[in-house]
């Protein structure tokens, strides 16, 4: 556990210096500091890798088993889709709140009580491998490592949750540049892109988000067949993955066929990514069910 | 009713309803609403539970209003009913020109001031005519892999039309058709599926029921972690179809077995409660309290084995894990699976003839004398269990509908998400030595793709 550790430890430092390296490219606008931030997240995206792939080494298996690790891999996807965002679109100025939301995300995770951290060996219903993967891996002496439903899973799902986060942000984003925006004059948030682009962004990062999750729940419900021999079981984490799909798919369809923009949009994102949440956190603390391991 | 009879304005009004994305809107949030509530009542309980944790009252409500149970609720069948009724009606409204526009694709009415409307527009001159400018543009298009056509014009201008990514429109469709199509599978198989559970003992066969074939249990054991922890339960089971075996395969939780449409599943495990593989007996002579050495007789033997030192010979032919006695029907039953108070049936014969068939207690030696009129009597003291394998039993037709969904819905996620749908008016007006183009056009979804789309185009005919 050693290593996974100390890959945690600095990948913690660095998603904190990145926050405020884009904060202080914010305040100070000058193009070294975010050049430097970039660089930084970039670090900590590596660093983060680093985390998984140690893991794994340690664990015996892909490192997707509990809470901890979901958590690493949240902050993983999210990172990774903000800089793949970054570089396609040329904004650097929302990276304070994404890498913000990285290091309390980071500090969640850190504090985590010791048996959602340790490395545990699978249990028996946990235990899903492609056979095709492993016969792949087998004349490497690989095929603990082969991956099945349940990991394509929880992969999928957290790309859809990283998608949400970064929307999240950005509606937050948005509301504020809206109203210093209406209210006219020179601003704080003058750096950040016009509030129309985020609205774009924030709904671009959620047509990344919805399609995911969706695969994700599909991955979950073929695996559920193997595991108990039923595909959907209203558990709460299912319930909840459906009632966050719902709320994004009221999202998608007002948007695109009302013209719901701006505004309404990002409220819904807002609550969206309160039932992400609760979808993640809250139905492992507080509603007993099936997840109740991650 | 200008003219028109009641059930035909009533049908379209109804039609009207479904048509709705108010409605669509409405629905999903009821459903993530009321979803919620199905989380938070904890589902399927007794009365009891519901009392002790909310009241009589709230109880009342809760078995009123079905919350305990609200998946399976007539008003939740019913949302799930309506958002269907919505997705076909909005599908039968939508699609067929879709398709029709998708099959025989032309601009809908080119009118040169359409561009005018766009919000992503462009104007330009090139010192060029208009024809090679046409050309221009033809390579531009092209190269950026859009389709393109020109439009007869009859004001001298030329007009051209580009598009890509038509059939990311069909995107939505195959999107609600594949929700339509998973519904469809779970009706299916609440209707035509069924789930149940069985236990089967090493080395017996077991009855499946609806089916002509049935299962033997070969072998049952569980795979350790070094650490001792439970690494996986294994049951090698072989399918019996006519006396003979037709297939033979080792399942383990995530692995179940599937035949002719029913699938069995690793779920649970145990050792018997009602039989074992052979019990350990001794021989006690009553009169001196001399025990014997103790000698095995296995599980319903066809012939009675010899009790050594005896005239008698026994047969096992029963087994309680937890002995108990029904009066009333002047049974033996086991109380639970555990061994808390086990229990043999022995047939104790004198040559061929049955002379008793007593029970024999681990717990309490003697307390029934075995042999009746003899001195000697029978101490059960050891076994060796039999272990069974709990199988889920299910077959779901309907399952095989719902993979097709998910298939369908996955091509519908890449077509809507990942594939865009661009239209772009172009008009090229010959002023004397030079040329204005005007172009512009809109984007399905996806603004930065478009506006990246634009600029790339209009930078290639001014290069070219």
């Known amino acids: 556990m050693i290593l996974s550790l100390v890959f945690f430890t600095f990948s913690f430092v660095f998603y904190f210096l990145s926050a405020l390296l884009y904060i202080g490219h914010w305040v100070f606008k000058k193009k070294w500091i975010g050049q430097f931030a970039t ?21 015996g298996h892909a490192p997707f088993s509990n809470l901890f690790e979901s958590m690493v891999l949240f902050i993983w996807a999210t990172n990774a889709g903000y800089l793949l965002m970054e570089f396609k679109h040329k904004i650097k100025a929302i990276g304070a709140v994404v890498m913000t939301i990285e290091t309390l995300a980071m500090l969640a995770a850190s504090m985590l009580p010791y048996r959602f951290k340790s490395v545990e060996p699978l249990n028996p219903a946990l235990q899903s491998k492609w056979h095709w993967m492993q016969d792949l891996l087998t004349p490497f002496g690989l095929e603990k490592y082969a991956i099945g439903w349940l990991d394509f899973h929880v992969f999928a799902t957290f790309i859809g949750y990283a998608g949400f986060a970064i929307s999240f942000g950005l509606s937050i984003l948005y509301l504020v540049k809206y109203m210093t925006e209406s209210k006219g004059g020179k601003s704080f948030m003058d750096v ?27 991955s979950g419900a073929v695996w559920a067949n193997y595991a108990w021999g039923t595909y959907w079981s209203w558990d709460p984490k299912e319930t909840w993955s459906l009632i966050t799909w719902f709320i994004y798919a009221a999202y998608l369809h007002a948007r695109v066929t009302r013209g719901w923009k701006g505004k309404r949009a990002a409220y819904l994102s807002i609550a969206g990514f309160l039932a992400v949440l609760f979808l993640y956190w809250g139905v492992s603390f507080i509603l007993p069910g099936l997840h109740a391991y991650a | ?40 009542v904890e589902q399927n309980k007794t009365a009891g539970e519901y009392i002790s944790a909310y009241g009589e009252g709230w109880t009342n409500f809760i078995m009123a209003a079905s919350l305990n149970d609200l998946f399976h609720s007539w008003w939740f069948i019913a949302l799930l009913g309506a958002l269907s009724l919505n997705i076909i009606v909005c599908t039968f409204e939508r699609f067929p020109p879709k398709w029709k526009s998708l099959l025989n694709h032309k601009p809908d009415n080119f009118d040169s001031k359409i561009i005018d409307r766009f919000t992503t527009k462009q104007t330009f001159s090139l010192d060029q005519s208009a024809s090679a400018v046409r050309e221009r543009v033809f390579k531009a298009f092209r190269k950026k892999r859009f389709a393109i056509i020109e439009v007869p014009s009859s004001n001298g201008e030329h007009h051209f039309y580009a598009w890509k990514g038509r059939i990311g429109r069909l995107g939505s469709d195959a999107t609600h058709i594949s929700l339509l199509l998973i519904l469809l599978g779970a009706i299916v198989g609440s209707f035509a599926g069924y789930k149940g559970f069985d236990a089967v003992f090493v080395g017996t066969e ?28 294994n049951s090698v089971l072989t399918v019996v179809e006519d006396g003979r075996d037709v297939l033979t395969k080792q399942i383990w939780v995530n692995e179940p077995l599937y035949y002719k449409g029913v699938r069995f599943y690793q779920s649970s495990y145990g050792n018997a409660w009602n039989r074992l593989a052979e019990a350990q007996l001794q021989v006690k002579n009553t009169k001196s309290g001399l025990v014997g050495e103790p000698f095995k007789i296995s599980w319903k033997t066809d012939k009675p084995e010899p009790i050594p030192g005896t005239k008698y010979s026994a047969r096992l032919i029963g087994y309680s894990a937890d002995f108990a006695y029904d009066e009333r029907s002047n049974t033996v039953f086991s109380k639970s699976a555990e061994a808390n108070n086990p229990a043999v049936n022995l047939e104790i014969y004198d040559g061929e003839k049955v002379i008793s068939a007593p029970w024999v207690f681990l717990n309490y030696p003697g307390i029934f004398p075995a042999i009746p009129g003899a001195d000697e009597d029978l101490l059960f003291v050891g076994y ?4 069974y394998s709990g199988l889920s039993i299910n077959k779901d037709p309907g399952t095989n509908i719902v993979w097709a969904g998910t298939i369908v819905m996955g091509i519908g996620f890449i077509l809507a998400f ?24 809109m984007i399905n979804k996806n603004q930065f793709a478009f506006d990246k789309d634009m600029k790339d185009v209009t930078d290639l005919i001014k290069s070219e």
């Open chain 1, 39 to 59: 660089a930084m997240s970039f670090v900590a995206l590596m660093s983060t890798t680093m985390i998984l792939i140690a893991r794994a080494g340690e664990s």
């Open chain 2, 418 to 441: 990942f594939v865009y749908y661009r239209r772009i008016w172009i008009v090229v007006k010959e002023t004397g030595n030079s040329s204005e183009v005007r172009i512009g056009g």
């Open chain 1, 192 to 218: 950040l892109p016009e509030s129309k682009v985020i609205d774009e962004l924030s709904y671009r990062a959620i047509a990344w988000g919805f399609p995911f999750l969706g695969v994700g729940i599909v």
């Open chain 2, 206 to 233: 077991m009855s499946v029921k609806n089916e002509d074939f049935k299962l033997r249990l070969d072998k049952f054991w569980i795979d350790y972690y070094d650490t001792g922890q439970i690494r996986q339960y």
């Open chain 2, 1 to 40: 009713m200008s003219g028109k009879a009641w059930y035909s304005v009533a049908v379209s009004k109804i039609w009207l309803f479904f048509n709705s994305l108010k409605l669509t809107l409405g629905v999903l949030l009821t459903l993530a609403i009321v979803s919620i509530l199905g989380t938070v």
């Open chain 2, 384 to 387: 060796r269990g039999i272990m």
